[in-house]
């Protein structure tokens, strides 16, 4: 089970830090991600990390502002936002997906356990 927090509204240039805390299973060979979806748009891949470790993986349209981090002593993951603009404005959802082998996974067809999502909007 994975419970998604700390989404709100925050101006432009602004910073957020979303948590996903995560339940019920091991994840040790889950890779952790953050999607988003704003209105009238599909679900996009933000930044995701195998949760037993090495590196994490960015949608060019957050590298170098978004950081996804876990913390393994409380099973949580969350998600950095830093400078935040107009077109960050969307649902975030934390998700898991089951992935033994080298590679992140983009498209959320490939996760099967969700979170319920947290708004954040980005005001100007």
């Known amino acids: 089970q994975l419970q998604a927090s700390g989404g709100g509204l925050v101006q432009v240039g602004g910073s957020l830090r979303l948590s996903c805390a995560a339940s019920g299973r091991t994840f040790s060979s889950y890779i952790m991600a953050w999607f988003r979806q704003a209105p009238g748009k599909e679900r996009e891949f933000v930044a995701g990390k195998r949760w037993s470790g090495g590196s994490a993986s960015y949608a060019d349209s957050v590298k170098g502002r978004f950081t996804i981090s876990k913390d393994n002593t409380k099973n949580t993951l969350y998600l950095q936002m830093n400078s935040l603009k107009p077109e960050d404005t969307a649902v975030y959802y934390c998700?898991?997906?089951?992935?033994?082998?080298?590679?992140?996974?983009?498209?959320?067809?490939?996760?099967?356990?969700w979170g319920q999502g947290t708004q954040v909007t980005v005001s100007s």
């Open positions: 998700a898991a997906g089951y992935r033994l082998t080298y590679g992140m996974m983009r498209y959320p067809g490939e996760y099967d356990n």
